[in-house]
């Protein structure tokens, strides 16, 4: 079989070394892939959101299945345009990853269900925005409703920084487009917990939970950024919490999308809060997240292409899909300055004997050397019987890799620790 898969970054590369797992895999081409990806794909200079380009290239080389992974391409049709000539893929339609597209649709869709979620408000109007804020309790959150590549959320701890963000999304446009319509909602706490799914618009079966940690910093200081890391399983996740959000959440979200005409086939990402009111959701993803997928995928006992295909068939009921029950840790090197500014193309060394547990998410060859390429370099990963092991693993992998300008957070992993022993 040839095997394509749209997009270039760590999370790509996890599903590309899984898939390469199936014996009947012949070719995987990677559109755009990357440098790190290189070694394990053929990479194509496509670029992900052009998906004309993307389609032609399906036709012309016979693809069997397309694995279309990141957002934009799956928000903007690619699913759609690849089926409309033949090619069978793994991924939603337009119609169905609006979920993750447009906060104000998947926020309606879960006030329409009865899913729990933050409470909240839609505006398309700055001064029905502003004077909202005057009465509702802060801290308060604020989102541009379309994509914002993870960064239109402010969390607002006053209410002038609650009104700057508003002025900033809708009339200064910071996210472009994005900020016409904003979300105003509830500030929850809890722990966060992300779980992605398999569907295939019948039955969803649920992957091994993990953890992110977003922020750049250690101790969770500074700014939010993709990912630094993840652990799985995510401790806070207990089997009780997971029968809970099954029926009050993942079940019920596949039948919204149905009963809605937009049935979701694909992973659905399911950014939880465990709040003292039972879990709620924070968002979904119509898609595998980054760097979650980093530590799902090497627990994945089953194989993976024949799950993805499930999905697409519809014959997912039938279809094992088992985790192992150890640990992983996924540490995520950076260039320092990410998420702001950084420099790149700094040569990378990464030992061979490691190199099947680097993930590169940003990397190019030049003169056959292979240099940093982006603000998230790489993710490592260890797999361990106990969550410790998993943690050391990784960090004595991290020092063995090298670049300079290179930042990490030294605490991924501890709050589960943590968690572990309360
Ligand atoms: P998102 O880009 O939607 O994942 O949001 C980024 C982060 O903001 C989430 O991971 C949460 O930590 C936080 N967040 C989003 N919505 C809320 C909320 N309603 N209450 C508290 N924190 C939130
Ligand atoms: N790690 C969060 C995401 O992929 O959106």
Same mark, same amino acid.
């Given at each position: ?66 694995? @279309?992974? %990141? ?23 337009? &119609? ?25 408000? @839609? ?29 239109? @959320?402010?969390?607002? +701890? ?32 809890? $722990? ?11 039955? @969803? ?27 799985? $399983? &995510? ?55 980054? %760097?979650?997928? +980093? ?44 998420? +702001? ?14 190199? $099947? ?15 940093? &390429? ?49």
């Amino acid at each position: 079989m040839k095997i394509m898969v749209v997009g270039g970054g760590g999370r790509e590369h996890a599903i590309i070394k899984k898939i390469k797992e199936n014996k009947d895999v012949e070719r995987i081409y990677a559109l755009p892939g990357n440098g790190g990806i290189a070694a394990d794909a053929e990479c194509v200079d496509i670029g992900a959101k052009d998906i004309e380009a993307i389609v032609k290239f399906a036709v012309d080389n016979g693809i069997d299945y397309a694995v @279309v992974a %990141p957002d934009d391409p799956l928000v903007l049709g690619c699913v759609d345009a690849l089926e409309a000539k033949g090619v069978a893929c793994f991924g939603p339609r337009a &119609n169905a990853a609006i979920i993750e597209g447009s906060k104000v649709f998947s926020k309606n869709l879960m006030k329409k269900y009865g899913i729990p979620t933050a409470a909240y408000e @839609v505006f398309d109007d700055m001064e029905a925005a502003l004077a909202y804020l005057e009465t509702a309790p802060i801290p308060t959150v604020i989102k541009a409703d379309g994509l914002a590549l993870g960064k239109g @959320v402010i969390i607002a +701890q006053t209410l002038d920084e609650a009104k700057a963000a508003v002025v900033s999304m809708m009339q200064d446009k910071q996210f472009g487009a994005s900020g016409d319509h904003i979300v105003i909602e509830e500030f929850l706490t809890g $722990p966060e917990v992300s779980v992605l799914a398999f569907t295939d618009g019948k039955v @969803v079966k649920p992957m091994i939970s993990s953890m992110d940690h977003k922020r750049a910093g250690d101790n969770d200081t500074g700014l939010n950024t993709g990912g630094m890391g993840t652990v799985a $399983p &995510n401790p806070y996740y207990t089997e009780d919490i997971a029968k809970q959000c099954t029926e009050t959440i993942f079940k019920p979200t596949i039948d919204a999308m149905n009963a809605e005409g937009r049935t979701f086939k694909g992973c659905l990402y399911f950014g939880l809060m465990l709040t003292p009111n039972g879990p709620k959701v924070i968002e979904y993803n119509c898609r595998f997240g980054d %760097p979650e997928t +980093q530590v799902v995928l090497p627990l994945l006992e089953s194989d993976l292409l024949t799950v993805m295909m499930a999905t697409t068939k519809g014959t997912l009921d039938a279809t094992e899909v088992k985790f192992s029950d150890k640990h992983a840790c996924c540490v995520i090197m950076a260039s320092a300055g990410y998420p +702001q500014s950084y420099e790149k193309g700094f040569e990378m060394t990464i030992p061979t004997d490691i190199a $099947p547990d680097v993930y590169v998410a940003g990397a190019k060859i030049s003169d056959g050397k292979l240099l940093t &390429n982006g603000g998230r370099v790489l993710g490592v990963t260890s797999i361990d019987d106990t969550l410790e092991g998993a943690i050391k693993a990784s960090y004595e992998k991290v020092e063995k890799i090298r670049f300079e300008n290179a930042y990490f957070r030294h605490d991924i992993g501890q709050r589960a620790l943590a968690a572990n022993k309360e």
